[in-house]
């Protein structure tokens, strides 16, 4: 899944932003730039050890297939504060190991065969290499603040969109780490990610000088060429998802509260989805088999659950804490979700990090799990550090 960043513009006059030295913008708007973004990883946990495993300690170890079965799951988590990945168990739901990255991390993502994950930093303005198996990372530098990231199906690149001068899609190789492309882009990229086939980018463009809505535009992903001219859709699609079959593309719309379903074949809005007044949907994910999509509502601390087929909210669950990222693990029967602790749900958001890119939040984050058959809690929040951002699933075999 590629991730995407959310940029937010303020309604009230009094709030007035200057030009930031990474954005090309000569005028004063009325925005705040909000990203948030979550990812979990769920790789093998070795820490318990089956009579098996004993027995073939005796004779020497045992073979790689026996070890990959007994291995659990593992969460991988960003925490924007504290410049780190902190490393779940799921199954003890404590933390085991944290990796130190680039300073503000939004956005988390692993390559398809989850030996690498990337990390986009708002504060350094650096992409984050992280060795999964080494628990080390090296950083990438950028043009600009990558505020968003997106991975090829193939793994072999990641998409940068990058709040340069001019503004660019910047295209990492992912077996070399460095960037071997440019695709100049007319505004900032606010959100991404790759068809199925990998030939296609879907952007989401926020239009920041007006108040009006945004567009989704598709682009050449190796030429930044404009392959389907830009349809209108709500106001500040900060996200956009994708069905697994690539039919479907999904603009979560920050300030105008609901979600535009876009066909990708017609290229029309079919349907658009109201998430209620002052829900801020914030990140968005489809389930494996497609049937399902889930958003975090930022504003009014919760996510749902709709259903695809009928465009309709089937489940409203509530968190105890404003919701930043989800994701699903391989058969989609758990979701998990980050969010910024209690303290975060003390008074209207706090956006401010958000524009400046440097996570100070009051608290802890958390990270939960959920059954996505009855919605209820698998066991209880873990508590992590301030700034939880991105999480995604991973499981071995």
């Known amino acids: 899944m590629a991730l995407f960043p959310v940029i937010i513009r303020i309604i009230s006059k009094g709030n007035t932003m200057h030009r930031t030295r990474d954005c090309s913008l000569h005028h004063r708007f009325h925005l705040v730039t909000l990203a948030a973004v979550v990812t979990v990883f769920i790789t093998a946990d070795c820490s318990s ?48 190991d944290s990796i130190a990255i680039g300073k503000g991390p939004a956005i988390l ?6 030996k690498k994950l990337y990390s986009a ?9 992280i060795d999964v198996e080494a628990s080390a990372a090296s950083q990438i530098t950028m043009p600009g603040r990558p505020y968003v990231i997106a991975m090829a199906p193939d793994g072999e690149h990641v998409y940068v969109g990058c709040a340069s001068t001019p503004p660019e899609v910047s295209v990492i190789r992912t077996d070399t780490d460095t ?62 998802t994708i069905t697994p079959d690539g039919s479907k593309v999904y603009t979560l ?46 504003g009014s601390g919760n996510f749902v659950e709709i259903d695809t087929a009928t465009n309709r909210i089937t489940k409203t669950i509530d968190v105890n804490g404003r919701p930043v990222g989800v994701c699903f693990n391989r ?10 602790g209690p303290e975060s749900l003390q008074g209207a ?7 400046t890119g440097v996570f100070t939040l009051p608290g802890n984050g958390q990270v939960s799990i959920f059954d996505t058959t009855s919605g209820e809690r698998i066991g209880s929040e873990i508590g992590v550090d ?11 075999g």
Do not use: C
């Not at 030939?199 to 404009?226: C, F, K, R, V, W």
């Open 349 to 355: 958001a706090d956006l401010n990090y958000l524009l």
């Open 179 to 240: 960037i071997d492309n440019h695709l100049e882009m007319s505004e900032l990229p606010a959100s991404i990610i790759v068809s199925p086939d990998g030939e296609i980018l879907y952007i989401a463009m926020l239009h920041l000088s007006s108040d009006g809505p945004g567009t989704l535009q598709a682009n050449s992903s190796t030429t930044g060429e404009t392959v389907r001219e830009p349809l209108t859709v709500g106001t500040s699609p900060a996200w956009i």
């Open 49 to 96: 050890s089956t009579e098996q495993e004993k027995n073939s300690d005796k004779d020497g170890g045992i073979d790689a297939s026996t070890a990959e079965q007994n291995r659990g799951a593992r969460i991988y988590a960003t925490m924007a504060a504290t410049h780190k990945v902190i490393v779940i168990d799921e199954r003890s739901q404590t933390i085991i």
């Open 109 to 114: 993502l692993s390559t398809p065969d989850q």
């Open 121 to 129: 930093n708002w504060e350094d303005f650096t992409v984050s290499s």
């Open 386 to 396: 301030p700034g939880a951002t991105s999480v995604v699933v991973i499981e071995p």
């Open 331 to 340: 058969e989609g029967s758990r979701v998990y979700v980050t969010d910024l």
């Open 253 to 298: 719309n920050f300030l105008s509260d609901d979600i535009s379903v876009v066909d990708t074949e017609s290229w029309t809005v079919e349907a658009t989805i109201d998430t209620g007044s002052g829900s801020r949907g914030i990140i968005g994910a489809v389930t494996p088999d497609g049937s399902s999509l889930y958003v975090t509502n930022h």
